[in-house]
């Protein structure tokens, strides 16, 4: 029923003192476990002492099933080959690992850093009322920022349309004219009909309010540069801004007087004409009030995003070392490979130790299945499952190394 492998023979030697001698070879039964298992149960009506010694049997590789295999040289001599190409593997992936490891470093560090300038940030606020003040963000300073930024804009947009047809496409016999029907020489801000006159005459003179938008905006990157040249800077670009309105302003009051002089009437010299004055500082002026609360108004909105920009940097780096945890890779399955394969160059035999012992049960506590017998058959299910944990057997192919000398 049962196939027996190296049945165990004693072969005599002699010793020095040509005393007998035996060497016993232990053999391996290689077996149907159920069917075995409930024979020899029969044989010793379930005794646990006896069930535990199979057990014992089958860690050893001494009892297996009949399909059992173990390794040729040749396989060993493979598991050689394949040991070292996985050794070579694992170095490349820890080598990398270790320097993804360093980067992942850098990142923490670098989150610790911000972390800190958080913490800094808002001890020395809390630390300093006048700081808070000046460094947190204002909601109605802002709102009222934009308000009277927007209404400058469309004042200045409206202003210099219309500054610019009066100097550059108005003379002054046209505005002699205007005189002599009794019109005046016109307002600095044109009316609904004079701006329309003035766009379609050159539609280019929209473009002008930007020139002086762009100079608005260039005096805010100026102040944010660095060193004292932008205080240089600056006043070259405020004496530019006014020269052009001061000859905005000569332009018109010239035309104006031209005028006058070519219908009779007494001239004034532009320096004192309070009209000269008003039309330079409606211009020069409220451009620079505008570029002050255009810059006012984006070191607000910057306030605003202090501590949201270093929050996003940490977020940032901390998806970066998600990134790179995720490229790192697992090395437990390979060492654990190196080991197996290591071990089954070692190893008398292997197979599924769980399956085995759990077939070669099956048979035997079947045999204990009468009323009569039960407490022997829970005795046996205490014994196997203390055995398992014992020896931390679990399902899956376990290698079986020889425990003989």
Known sequence: MFEIENSVQEKPVRNNHQEAAFVVTHNVDRVNLYDFGYEKSGTVKGDPDVYGSYLQRILNGDLVAEDYKGLTEEDKKERKVQIKELETQLEEIEAENARIDEQITKKEKAIEEHRNDLLKLRESRANDTEKLKKESFSPFKF?????????????????????????????????????????????????????????????????????????????????????????????????????????????????????????????????????????????????????????????????????????????????????????????????????????????????????????FSSGWISFLSPANMKSVKEKCKALKKDFEEKHQIKSGVVKVVSRRS
Do not use: C
Not at 237 to 257: G, W
Not at 275 to 281: A, R, V
Not at 312 to 322: A, G, P
């Open 143 to 359: 709102i009222i920022n934009l308000s009277i930024l927007a209404a400058l804009s469309v004042y200045l947009f409206f202003f210099y349309i219309s500054a610019g047809f009066k100097a550059l496409y108005v003379d002054f016999e046209a505005i002699a004219e205007s005189i002599a029907a009794g019109s005046g020489t016109g307002s600095i801000m044109p009316n609904a009909f004079e701006l329309n006159e003035a766009i379609q005459y050159n539609f280019m003179l929209i473009l002008i309010p930007f020139v002086f938008y762009a100079f608005g905006w260039a005096f805010h990157v100026l102040l944010d540069t660095k060193g004292n040249q932008k205080y240089l800077l600056l006043g070259g670009l405020i004496s530019v801004t006014f020269a052009v309105d001061f000859l905005l302003a000569m332009i018109i009051h010239n035309n104006t007087e031209q005028a006058k002089e070519l219908m009779g009437l007494a001239t004034t010299h532009w320096s004192g004409s309070s009209t000269f004055y008003i039309i330079l500082f409606l211009g020069f002026l409220v451009y620079v009030i505008w570029s002050i609360l255009l810059d006012s108004l984006l070191r607000e909105w910057d306030k605003k995003h202090v501590t949201g920009n270093i929050r996003k940097i940490i977020e940032h780096k901390r998806k970066d070392i998600r990134i790179l945890e995720a490229k790192q890779m697992d090395t437990s399955e390979i060492k654990q490979k190196i080991l197996d394969y290591r071990e089954d160059i070692a190893t008398v035999m292997y197979g599924n130790l769980k399956k085995y012992i759990d077939q």
